[in-house]
């Protein structure tokens, strides 16, 4: 079993209602990463987000209108790598999850990895990778400014399938392009809509109508063809020859279409949420064995990461019984502000579902609680900082985790 661990940077109210500031919360994030990296975690992964979510609370339809403060901080992983890495001397360092559609969209994200892994890879001896998670972002908000919107009246009615469909042109043009080939939107995929990607007919109906009001049919079509999203000429990015050994690229992408796809490119791996269920986690595994691209080598365990929280407690002077009720107390507490802040309601299933993903108690209870649902192959990516602003606590979890708990699964 192999242990990574997540930062959020997510600047959020504390238990007190204090709104920690930028410059405190990355202080925080890199006392903790070099902790991180001394005592022996794989890859440091940072979730990446844009634009102020504090603000898009006043916009015509929020996403999130109940969050407090800002998602997250890191809004230019590149830059926050080299950091990283300077900083460092054993963790890998790894993007959960990078939006394609955002920041010059998928050929801005391909052309800024091969800067970076060119003066990277100028120590020879480096052989430490920049993993690459990325996605089409989870909020849509951060999207729209970059031109992902409805173009005309069958796009608006067909969007929430579209999208993803918009996903799916990305991924071919920054998977052939990272591979270092040149491109131009003509041998990129063609965005087909039809009736199986739909959920239901009424849903595929408003899509044929729109179809119908815009060109002045009376006839509908099987198939409807999308223009591309993104037009160009040949292309190819540069740098050229950096050293593509030093990529990992993991699809944040439940859809198995996706994951399927980008493979037929390029060697992608795959992220899973602590709240996948264990049913979708060993689908996607048997799908992968077969699917994976062939120069990745076998797909094993490892090549799918998966997000778990983290509330441990091996504070001094408490006796088993306290440091179990602790934990979950601060278990509860923070699952709920989270789900209050996406939500605006507690739901009190959620919380238990959250709950039952993550990994509550002391040392002893935690590794019971791995035992219990994880294979021993797995690749665990650890999240402390969870809307905890107490670094100095979370560095304490983190090296009571490593020191009590890693040994019994690394072994």
């Known amino acids: 079993m192999e242990f990574d661990i997540f930062f959020s940077i997510s600047q959020t109210p504390d238990s007190t209602g204090l709104i920690p500031s930028e410059d405190q919360m990355y202080s925080n994030f890199f006392e903790q990463l070099e902790v991180a990296d001394k005592i022996g975690f794989g890859v440091a992964w940072v979730a990446q987000a844009h634009l102020s979510t504090e603000v898009q609370k006043s916009n015509k339809k929020p996403v999130i209108p109940h969050w407090q403060g800002e998602v997250g901080l890191c809004t230019d992983f590149f830059q926050l790598a080299h950091q990283m890495f300077?900083?460092?001397?054993?963790?890998?360092v790894g993007s959960a999850v990078m939006s394609i559609f955002c920041n010059g969209g998928p050929i801005g994200m391909a052309e800024r990895i091969g800067a970076f892994l060119a003066?990277?890879?100028?120590?020879k001896n480096e052989n430490r990778k920049l993993n690459i998670g990325f996605s089409s972002g989870r909020f849509e908000f951060m999207a729209r400014p970059y031109g992902i919107v409805p173009r005309n009246t069958i796009e608006e009615a067909a969007w929430p399938i579209l999208r993803s469909q918009i996903f799916l042109e990305a991924c071919?043009?920054?998977?052939?392009?990272?591979?270092?080939?040149?491109?131009?939107?003509?041998?990129?995929?063609?965005?087909i809509l039809s009736?199986?990607?739909?959920r239901d007919d009424e849903s595929w109906e408003l899509v044929q109508k729109a179809k119908r009001d815009l060109e002045g049919s009376s006839e509908d079509d099987q198939l409807i063809e999308i223009a591309n999203r993104w037009e160009f000429e040949n292309i190819k990015t540069i740098p050229q020859k950096w050293n593509r050994d030093l990529l990992n690229?993991?699809?944040g992408t439940h859809n198995p279409e996706a994951q399927k796809f980008c493979n037929t490119i390029f060697p992608v791996n795959v992220?899973?949420?602590?709240?996948?269920?264990?049913?979708?986690i060993n689908e996607t595994h048997e799908r992968m064995k077969e699917f994976f691209h062939k120069e990745g080598g076998e797909w094993k365990r490892r090549n799918m990461p998966r997000t778990v929280f983290i509330f441990i407690n091996e504070e001094e002077g408490l006796s088993k019984e306290e440091k179990n009720r602790e934990a979950k107390k601060e278990a509860e507490a923070a699952l709920g502000s989270y789900w209050?802040?996406?939500?605006?309601?507690?739901?009190?299933?959620?919380?238990?579902?959250?709950?039952?993903?993550a990994l509550i108690g002391d040392s002893e209870e935690i590794i019971?609680?791995?035992?219990?649902?994880?294979?021993?192959?797995?690749?665990?990516?650890?999240?402390?900082?969870?809307?905890?602003?107490?670094?100095e606590r979370v560095c304490r979890n983190m090296s009571s985790f490593m020191k009590l708990v890693a040994p019994h699964f690394t072994k």
């Open 86 to 92: 300077s900083r460092t001397k054993n963790i890998e």
């Open 119 to 123: 003066l990277h890879g100028l120590n």
């Open 172 to 191: 071919d043009i920054f998977l052939r392009l990272i591979k270092g080939e040149v491109v131009s939107s003509k041998d990129i995929r063609k965005t």
């Open 195 to 198: 009736r199986e990607l739909f």
């Open 249 to 251: 690229l993991i699809a």
């Open 271 to 280: 992220f899973n949420l602590s709240i996948t269920s264990p049913e979708i």
């Open 340 to 357: 209050n802040a996406l939500e605006g309601t507690i739901d009190p299933e959620k919380i238990s579902k959250a709950a039952n993903n």
């Open 368 to 391: 019971k609680q791995i035992k219990e649902r994880f294979h021993p192959e797995d690749r665990i990516m650890t999240w402390f900082d969870f809307f905890n602003h107490d670094s």
